[in-house]
């Protein structure tokens, strides 16, 4: 079975400061690990998948293996990062189903 | 346009009545989804489809059915509403490109 734990529901910091939205899975296989955002009022969004190693609007993430998490970074938060952020993992198939974690909120102040 | 559009954006419904919310989708995604969003709990599937013939239960389908009309079209139907349906309703694809989500439908029972 596979899960995704992201254990913090909500999380500050003020603007400038660096942010880290926690994401751990447990799965066998190989996954392929997604952050999602969703802004206030707005449909949910890719902000960034373990497979591509990019950086999107300054955030980063790391799939880590051996301790089996994908931790969402920013060094310098803004106030329009502001937002839920999912964790989710997709088992192998480019096709397969996504599985979330229960999301972090993330306010930051000004 | 968007790529992925549910109707309606919102609903309020009495107790015991039959509801219907729609998702049509110009992706050309076979794989359509139906989640459910809950402050705390995140994203949980209802019923998924990969395609026109195949239906799926998700985590949380009791009191839920679907139809897939066509490729383009995946509707969510509440039989007999109840209060603790009351929640954010989001349809989505998924394609090579990865998962498109509709903008929600916000849903309250009363």
């Known amino acids: 079975a596979q899960r995704v734990t992201q254990p913090e529901k909500l999380l500050s910091v003020f603007k400038g400061a660096p942010v880290e939205l926690k994401c751990n899975y447990s799965?066998?296989?190989?996954?392929?690990l997604f952050w999602y955002v969703q802004y206030s009022r707005q449909r949910l969004q890719l902000l960034l998948r373990?497979?591509s190693r990019e950086s999107i609007k300054g955030f980063t993430a790391d799939l880590n293996k051996g301790e089996t998490s994908f931790h969402l970074k920013k060094p310098f938060a803004q106030e329009e990062d502001s937002a839920m952020y999912y964790c989710?993992?997709?088992?192998?198939?480019?096709?397969?189903?996504?599985?979330f974690g229960r999301g972090t909120q993330l306010t930051v102040w000004p | 346009d968007a790529d992925v559009t549910q109707t309606p954006r919102n609903r309020i419904t009495k107790t015991g009545k039959r509801i219907m919310l729609e998702c049509s989708q110009t992706?050309?995604?076979?794989?359509m989804y139906w989640y459910r969003q809950d402050p705390g709990l995140g994203l949980r599937l209802i019923y998924y489809?990969?395609?026109?013939?195949?239906?799926n239960k998700g985590e949380i389908s009791d009191g839920y059915s679907v139809s897939r009309q066509a490729q383009a079209k995946f509707s969510l139907s509440l039989e007999s509403a109840i209060p603790n349906q009351t929640a954010l309703y989001f349809c989505?694809?998924?394609?090579?490109?990865?998962?498109?989500f509709g903008s929600g439908t916000r849903l309250t029972v009363v």
């Open positions: 992706k050309g995604h076979d794989r």
């Open positions: 799965y066998s296989g190989s996954p392929e």
């Open positions: 989710a993992l997709r088992r192998g198939s480019t096709l397969g189903r996504l599985y």
């Open positions: 373990h497979i």
């Open positions: 989505a694809t998924s394609g090579p490109d990865g998962y498109t």
């Open positions: 489809s990969f395609d026109v013939k195949d239906i």
